[in-house]
């Protein structure tokens, strides 16, 4: 067994992790990332959809071989199918995750990240003021002390349990997923689609993002306790059977999203959470990709100045968990307390609140109108504007 040292081991291989890599490396420490699987980016479970402001805070994507196609549109359905127009412009882009993370794998090696995949975090103890990494990888086991670890393991994460921190999920905050990647299919290419509905996915919505012309990844998520005792694969199943019946199906994939606000603790000494291990998720949305990011970020931004500090105790980390909380996590635990509210309201309830937003120019439909002129139509909703500013 051998045994290495450095300032920091990022555990996990996404966004959160790989971002954290690159910029603790550019800080000058000595990183080390792990990854489980034998490739960055894949397998892809993913939608794959990012917002142009926040990507292009990390990354520029003019020109980039993991683009796979750039949004203008944002269109929602209602229930009933009623389309709603709600953005328009520079929107966003449709990842190739298979390429995108790689990317951004060789900017963190660039700055002297060591990056090592098939190679799994199997138990961390703490040694003094230091963190024992045992990794499981292709030559069999070794360890490592890290000053920090920036525990970037995703959904399913294990690290921050280890280290003593509640990454639990309620059941009713994980919605389940399932994607195909769907070929022969007529739609706007440079539009989203998000369609909301019970009888559609029953806690969360279908989406359609394009990755070219007649080609995108077709998924849903459903909260299972609302689903019937019917998995969300069923639920895909019916949805392409009704909207694209035409469909070919090339690719299948599914995944957790927590739709849950921010852990409590993202600190403890020596560890920082980050990404979706930490639930840094848009409730609403689901989307991550850029949250993990901007974790990701702060994370090594904090860890490089306490390493300077020559203090890495959880009172000294505390910084990462309030920045986050201001930057992003305050936000979500609004989105999420609106969630919880618009989740009572009934299928009609939303088909009549489209026929309400499309009475606004779409050009003039800014989520401050389309908020006003809800309220106005329907004051059942004034209840749920209370709880989103509380
Ligand atoms: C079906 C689906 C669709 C989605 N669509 C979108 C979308 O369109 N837009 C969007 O913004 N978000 C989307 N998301 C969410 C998004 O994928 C995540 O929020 C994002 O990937 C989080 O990044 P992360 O780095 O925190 O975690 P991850 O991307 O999950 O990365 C964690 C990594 O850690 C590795 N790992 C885990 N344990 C260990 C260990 N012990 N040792 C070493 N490595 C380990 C894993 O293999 C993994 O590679 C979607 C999620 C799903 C499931």
């Known amino acids: 067994m051998t045994l290495e040292r450095a300032d920091v081991v990022v555990v996990g291989g996404g966004p959160a992790g790989l971002i954290a890599a690159r910029e ?44 796979a196609r750039r949004i203008t549109r944002v269109i929602f359905w209602a229930p009933d199918g ?16 298979s390429r995108f993370e790689p990317a951004l794998a060789a900017e963190a090696g660039r700055a002297g990240a060591d990056i090592r995949v098939r190679t799994e975090a199997v138990a961390l103890a703490r040694q003094g003021d230091r963190w024992r990494v045992s990794l499981r990888g292709p030559h069999g086991g070794s360890d490592i002390d890290a000053r920090i670890v920036i525990a ?47 009888r559609v996915a029953p806690g969360g919505y279908a989406w359609i993002f394009p990755k070219d012309v007649g080609v995108a990844n077709v998924g849903l998520g459903i909260v299972a306790l609302r689903a019937g005792g019917r998995h969300a694969r069923a639920w895909l199943d019916d949805y392409m059977a009704r909207y694209f019946p035409q469909g070919i199906t090339t690719g299948y994939t599914v995944g957790g999203v927590i739709v849950h606000p921010t852990i409590k603790q993202t600190v403890t000494d020596g560890l920082l959470v980050c990404g979706d291990a930490a639930h840094m998720v848009n409730p609403l ?21 306490a390493i300077a500090a020559g ?36 299928d009609a309830f939303f088909d009549d609140l489209a026929r309400t937003v499309n009475e606004i120019p779409t050009q003039r439909r800014t989520l401050g109108r389309i908020f006003a002129s809800a309220l106005v139509h329907h004051p059942t909703l004034v209840p749920v504007a209370a709880r989103f500013f509380v």
């Not at 009623?82 to 995750?97: F, N, S």
């Not at 203090?311 to 307390?337: C, I, K, N, V």
């Open 152 to 198: 970037a393991d995703g959904v399913e994460a294990l690290v921050a349990r280890w280290a003593g921190l509640d990454t639990r999920v309620p059941a009713r905050d994980m919605e389940s997923c399932a994607q195909y990647v769907v070929s022969n299919i007529a739609f706007d290419p440079d539009a989203i689609y998000l369609h909301f509905g019970h």
């Open 82 to 97: 009623t389309e709603v127009r709600v953005a328009e412009g520079d929107v966003g882009y449709i990842l190739d995750r």
């Open 311 to 346: 203090d890495t105790s959880a009172a000294r980390l505390q910084t990462y968990h309030d920045e986050w909380m201001r930057m992003l996590g305050d936000d979500h635990l609004r989105y999420y307390r609106l969630k919880e509210a618009i989740s009572k309201f009934d």
């Open 24 to 67: 603790a490396a550019t800080a000058g420490l000595d990183v080390v990332l792990v990854e489980r699987d034998r490739a960055i980016g894949a397998p892809v479970r993913c939608g794959e959809g990012v917002g142009s402001r926040g990507l292009s805070e990390f990354i520029a994507p003019e020109g980039a071989s993991w683009v």
């Open 285 to 305: 949305s689901g989307g991550g990709i850029v949250n993990a990011m901007k974790a990701g970020r702060l994370a090594a931004r904090v860890s490089a100045q």
